[in-house]
């Protein structure tokens, strides 16, 4: 059964950063591209980052370019999600999801992880 | 960046009825198009890949249609748990862009 975990959400001050962390299970961690999606409160769903299966290959959207670092220890089948100068308008559910193949061109989301609120705010 | 306009925004239907969401690409995106399907307080599931395609464990009352720019979720037979939220997404080009969500609502 694949299951997917996230952590590491929490307060923090306009400016700070944080590191999202998703433990992933039940599944050959290294052979899936990994994504986050987020979902402000109230709102529809966001899509933030991906990676592939090796790490190499990772996109961003325009809104976190630069702030986000999206990175995989497939070692220890985890996803990462760093995040530096946060605003307030970054507040809201991260979650992890799973891609069904190992490139991050053409893959879709096929399990979700229950997602973890980052607020943003002093 | 390719827009995806879900329509209706909202839907009030009842226990057995037949609904039809759409959702419209700004540009073709061939059949790179999945449905989501969100409770409240949930995390969203995966209900359709490839346009048409149902994930394991999906019920087959649910049906997806649709190539190029313009889609469809069918749910032919409306049961209680099916009253949620309901997301496009493509997944074609980047950055990948999710429609606005449809509001399932019992009558």
């Known amino acids: 059964e694949v299951q997917l975990l996230e952590s590491g959400g929490g307060l923090v001050q306009p400016g700070g950063s944080l590191r999202l962390s998703c433990a992933a299970s039940?599944?050959?961690?290294?052979?899936?591209?990994m994504s986050w999606v987020r979902q402000a409160p109230g709102k529809g769903l966001e899509w933030v980052s991906v990676?592939?299966?090796?790490?190499?290959?990772?996109y961003y959207a325009d809104s976190v370019k630069g702030r986000f670092t999206i990175s995989r220890d497939n070692s220890k089948n985890t996803l990462y999600l760093q995040m530096n100068s946060l605003r307030a308008e970054d507040t809201a559910v991260y979650y992890c999801a799973k891609d069904n193949n190992d490139y991050v061109w053409g893959a879709f989301i096929d399990y979700w992880g229950q997602g973890t609120l980052v607020t943003v705010s002093s | 960046d390719i827009q995806m306009t879900q329509s209706p925004s909202s839907l009030s239907a009842s226990v057995g009825d037949r609904v039809t969401i759409t959702c419209r690409a700004s540009q073709g995106i061939s059949n790179y198009l999945a449905w989501f399907q969100q409770k409240p307080g949930k995390a969203p599931k995966s209900l359709i890949y490839a346009a048409s395609i149902l994930h394991s464990g999906v019920p087959s009352r649910f049906s997806g249609s649709g190539s190029g720019t313009d889609f469809t979720l069918t749910i032919s037979s409306l049961q209680p748990e099916d009253f949620a939220t309901y997301f496009c997404?493509?997944?074609?080009?980047?950055?990948?862009?999710f429609g606005q969500g449809t509001r399932l609502q019992i009558k």
């Open positions: 997404q493509q997944y074609n080009t980047f950055p990948i862009t």
């Open positions: 990676i592939s299966g090796s790490g190499g290959s990772t």
């Open positions: 039940g599944f050959t961690f290294s052979s899936y591209a």
